[in-house]
């Protein structure tokens, strides 16, 4: 969810984050590869992921631009702006409630997300529009109407498989630490 309604803008950011990132990321898929992975938790830096995903390594959904994300422990908050138009090019809805996903807003999210038994999950909290809350059930026909039918592993809850024996996560205060197993 955070994906499909996050955008980023291409910031210059300090080679130094982008680079620390890659190279934990590449410590992952290394320790993936050993018989017994070292289980020494990998942490990255709020810093560190927001610079990564300014950068041209992480190619956002159409329409998303500008992401940058925040940690609290538990809790992920994304902030973009999103142009729904270009979100919603295909998709059509005659449902007037969903008359506020046009044009380009400023999109916060709020979710709850952590991972355990290589499993990650994640639940949408809230979502607000410029500042004002979008309603539970107005979500939900969004998430159904525009996100499932292109990205069906993305809802208001998610589960998904944790690539390179990632066998759990931890969102920390500005921090995300993964333990592989």
Known sequence: MLAALACFAKTKTP????ASMEQKLHHIEVNASA???????????EKEVNAYVASDNVKLPVGVQSLKLAGTPGVITGTAQVDFDRVREGVHSSNP?????????????????????RTGYVHVDSVSLDG??????????????????????IGIDSQFAL???????TVGEHQLAVTQK
Do not use: N, W
């Open 15 to 18: 080679p130094s984050d982008v």
């Open 35 to 45: 018989q017994r992975p070292d289980q020494t938790p990998t942490v990255f830096t």
């Open 97 to 117: 409630l969903l008359g506020i996903f046009t044009g380009v807003h400023e999109v916060v999210v709020v979710a709850h997300a952590h991972g355990s038994g």
């Open 132 to 153: 004002v809350e979008v309603p539970h059930f107005v979500l939900e026909l969004f998430v159904d109407q525009f996100l499932t039918p292109k990205y069906p592993q």
């Open 163 to 169: 690539p390179d024996r990632i066998d759990t996560a």
